[in-house]
C-alpha cells in the first residue's frame, strides 16, 4: 500500500504498516471499495490513521463523537470500534453514494446503530445542535474553506478536556512553501493561525498522514 503522507518513503509506510495489528476482512474490504472508486480514493485516511484515532477515542474514554466529512466511512469505523458499546457517532457529509459504502461496512461490523448519518452542510447541521458542552471527542475532515465554520461551531459543543482532531493541515507540506499561493494552501495556512492563537484551546500538529491537528478544549 502506497503511503499517504508525503513524511513516509514506500519502505517506511511498509514497516509501520507491518508493527500496528493487522487489518481485519472488514476494514480491507472497505479500503478495497474505496480503492475502486478512482483518484477519489485519496480522500480515505490512511490505515495507521485509521488505527491511532481508534486507539486514542479507547483512551479518551469517549462516548458521544461527530465527524465532519465521512466519504465511505472508514474513519467512522475506527471511531466507533475504539468509542465501544453504548456510544454514539454523528457523521455530518453531502454524499448519498459514498457514504453508502460506509453504511454497508457499518452494518457488517455490527456498529451501524451506534451511528446517526446526516446528509445536508454541515454548516447546517451543526447548526442546529444545541449550544452546550456534548460532544468528548470530533473529527473534522471535510472541504478546507469550510474548516473555520466548522471549527468555530464544534469547539463550543465539546465537552471540558473534550478533543478535536482535524485532517489535512500540513497540506503534503505546501504549508511551508512560501511560493506556493494556491488558495486552499492559503486557507490551511489561515486556519492552522486560527487554531493556534485560539485563547480556549491547546493544540499540536501531528505527522500523522498528511497533518493531523489535535486540539483540546481548556475553556
Not at 43 to 66: C, D, H, N, T, Y
Not at 111 to 133: G, N
Not at 185 to 201: K, L, M, Q
Request: aromatic fraction near 6%; include cysteine; glycine fraction near 8%.
Amino acid at each position: 500500500m502506497a503511503p499517504k503522507s508525503f513524511l513516509l518513503t514506500d519502505a517506511v509506510s511498509d514497516y509501520l504498516l507491518a508493527h500496528q495489528d493487522p487489518l481485519d476482512e472488514i476494514e480491507q474490504s472497505l479500503i478495497e471499495t474505496t480503492k475502486a472508486l478512482g483518484g477519489v480514493s485519496g480522500m480515505q485516511i490512511a490505515p495507521e490513521q485509521g488505527r491511532f484515532m481508534q486507539l486514542f477515542a479507547s483512551l479518551l474514554g469517549a462516548k458521544r463523537a461527530v465527524e465532519v466529512g465521512t466519504f465511505t466511512g472508514y474513519s467512522a469505523l475506527q471511531l466507533v470500534r475504539g468509542m465501544g458499546e453504548g456510544s454514539h457517532l454523528l457523521c455530518c457529509d453531502v454524499s448519498e453514494e459514498w457514504t453508502a459504502i460506509g453504511r454497508t461496512h457499518w452494518e457488517r461490523a455490527g456498529i451501524a446503530d451506534q451511528i446517526t448519518l446526516v446528509i445536508a452542510p454541515a454548516t447546517e447541521t451543526l447548526a442546529a445542535l444545541p449550544l452546550e458542552p456534548t460532544f468528548d471527542l470530533a473529527f473534522i475532515d471535510a472541504d478546507k474553506p469550510g474548516y473555520h465554520d466548522y471549527y468555530e461551531a464544534i469547539v463550543p459543543r465539546l465537552a471540558p478536556n473534550g478533543v478535536l482532531l482535524i485532517d489535512n493541515v500540513l497540506w503534503h507540506g505546501a504549508v511551508t512553501d512560501p511560493a506556493d499561493t494556491n488558495e486552499s494552501t492559503e486557507i490551511i495556512r489561515r486556519f492552522n493561525d486560527h487554531v493556534a492563537a485560539d485563547p480556549r484551546t491547546e493544540s499540536t500538529i501531528l505527522p500523522i498522514g498528511d497533518g493531523l491537528t489535535m486540539v483540546r478544549r481548556t475553556r
